[in-house]
C-alpha cells in the first residue's frame, strides 16, 4: 500500500481534501457527495460534536453553539481590532485565553481556535480515509499567503490537535497556481487573485515548464472576503428594518444567524441574476408581541453599490504586488480566480478592467488550492519530483531597537526558506541580558507591526571593560515559520530561542487537546456506525411502505396472509419507534426483521405479478 499525503485547503467557509492518485490530484466527496465542506463546529445540547454540513443545517437553532470562521481569529490576540470586529458580528461566544489568545465558549467548554480548526482538519482527514479505505497521517496543509508567523504556527497546532503530521503548510495562491500549471508544460507569468469567505490574498509567479513554480510576490488582507460583503448586506437589511420597526435585529441570535444565511444566499444569486427578494418571515416579534416579517426588494446594482469600496480595496492590493514586483500590469500574461467570491460579476469586472486581459477560464475557483497541496504533498513524498517550489514572505521580518523603531532583518517578498544574521551589541557596560522583541509588519514604528515574541539572552559575559556582541541568526523555513538562534561571539557560546508568539498554547495544552480530539475520533467512528445502520432502516421503511397496499390487496383473501400482514405491521411500527435510539446493535435487529418482511413482501408481489 503507497503512502499517502493529503492535500487540504482549509477555508474560512469551506474546506476542500484532495489527494494524488496515480500522478493526477483528485478532489475527494464527502458523504454526502459534495467535494467541499462548511468550515463549521457546532456542539448539541446533548453534546454531540457536529462538523460541516450537519453543523450548518442547525446553525439557525443552535447558533450560540455554533462555529464559523474561526480561521479569522487563529493566530490573533484576543485585544486586537481584528478579532473585536469578529465579537460584534458572530453569535457565538468569543473569551480571552489564558495567553493573551482567542478562545470559544461552546455550551460549556472553552476551546482555543486551533482546538476548532483540528476538528475541521480531523473531518476532512477522515473524509479521505473513508475515500482510500485506509488510515492517512500525513497532510499539506494550505494558508493564506498573509498569514504571519502566528497565524501559521497555530495552523500548525491544529493539524498537531488532530492527530495529523502537517509535513509542509503552503500558500493558498501558490497551491492554486501549483494546480493550474501542473503538467501542462508552460512558461508563464501568472496573477493568481483569491478571494474567499474570509481573506484576499494576491501573488505575482512565474510558473515555468522546468517545473518550477516561484513567487515574485505576495499581499493580501486577512480581514476581507465574503464575510465583509455578507456583513454590507445584513447591516443593509438591519438598518432598513430598524428605520421601519425600530428593532435592533442584532440583538437576537437567531434573526442574526438568519440573517446572515439570506444576505450570504442572496449574495450569491445576484452573481446569477440581477434582482432577487430578501423574504424571512417571523424574523422577530415586536414589543406588541406581534410576528414582524422582513421583505425587501434586492438588486445586483445595490449590492454592487454598498460593496464598491471592499472590490476597491482588493485591486489597490493588485496594484502595490504590481508595484512591489517591479512589473507592469502587460507583464502579467495569465489570470487564475480561486475562491468562491469571485464569481460575483463586479469583482471579475474590477480585475478584468485592472489588468485589461480576460481572467482564464478552467480552474474552478473552490478546489484549485486543495489540488495544489495534495500536489506538493505528492511531491515531497517522492524523491525524484521534478517540482520545485519558491514561495516568499509576505511580511518584513525586524526588531524594535531603541526608540521604538523597526529594524528590518528580512524584506518582505524574500524568498523561502531563507536565513539572515545581525550583530547586536550590549548598550551598557557589565550588561549580561539583552532583550530582543521579534515582529513582522512593514511599519517603521515598531508598534504597529506584529509582536512575534520576544526573547532574553542571558548570562552574557560581564565586560566590565566594554560591549558585548551577539550574534543573532533569524530563520524563516519553507512554511514560513520564524526561528531565531543566538551566539556570543567572544564566547562562542549558543543559545536557542524559539520564538514563541504570546497566544501560542503549551506543550501540554496540544498534549490535553490531542487526547481530547482522539476520544471523538473514535466517539465520529461509532456515530457514522449509527448514521449508516439508521438510513438502512430508513430505507427499508420506505421500500416496504410502497409495497405494502399491493400486498395487502394481493393476500386479504386468506387468513394466513391476514395474520402475515399483521406482523409485518408489527414489525415496521417497532423498527419505525427505535429509530431514534443510539443503539447500533438495536438497529440492528431491526434492520434484520425489516429485510425479512421485504423479502416476504417481494417474493407476493413477484409471485402474483
Ligand atoms: N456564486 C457566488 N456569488 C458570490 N459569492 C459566492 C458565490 N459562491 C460562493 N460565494 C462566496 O464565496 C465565499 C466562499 O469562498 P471560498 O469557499 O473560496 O472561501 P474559503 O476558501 O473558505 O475562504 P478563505 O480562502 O478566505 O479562507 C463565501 O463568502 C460565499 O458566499
Ligand atoms: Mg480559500
Redesign the pocket.
Known sequence: MMEKVIGI?L?????CVAVGEGGTPVVIANRGGYK?TP?MVAITEAGKRLVGHIAKRQAVTNAENTVYAA?RLIGRKFRSPQVEAVMGNVPYRIVEGPHEDVRIQIRDKVHSVPEISSMLLQEMKAVAEDYLGHAVDKAVVTV?AYFNDGQRQATRDAGAIAGLDVIRIIN?PTAAALAYGFGKNIDRRVAVY?L????FDISLMEVSSQGVFKVISTSGDTML???D??QRIIDWLVEGFKSEHDIDLRQDRMALQRLKDAA?KA??EL??VTETEVNLPFIISSARSEALHLQRQFTRSQLELITADLVERTIAICAQTLEDAGLEKEEIEDIIL????T??PSVQRAVAKFYGREPCKGVH??EV?ALGAAIQGAALLDDGAEMILLDVTPHTLGIMVHGGTFEEVIPQNSTVPTSRSKVFTTVRDGQTTVKILIMQGEHERGRENVLLGEFQLTGLRSAAAGVVEVEVTFDINADGIVSVQAKDLDTGKEQSITVTASSDLTKDEIDIMVDDAQSHAIARREDEELQVARQEVETLLADIAKLFPKVEEMVAGSDFGRDAIDKARTVVDRAKGLMTTGDTQVLREQIEGLARTQRMFKGVVGRVG
Open positions: 485547503d477555508g474560512t467557509f469551506n474546506s467541499v468550515s480561521k493564506p493558498e483569491d474567499g469567505g474570509g481573506t472576503g465574503g464575510e460583503f455578507d450570504e449574495k450569491c452573481s446569477m480561486v475562491g468562491g467570491m464569481r460575483m475557483p473552490d488550492v
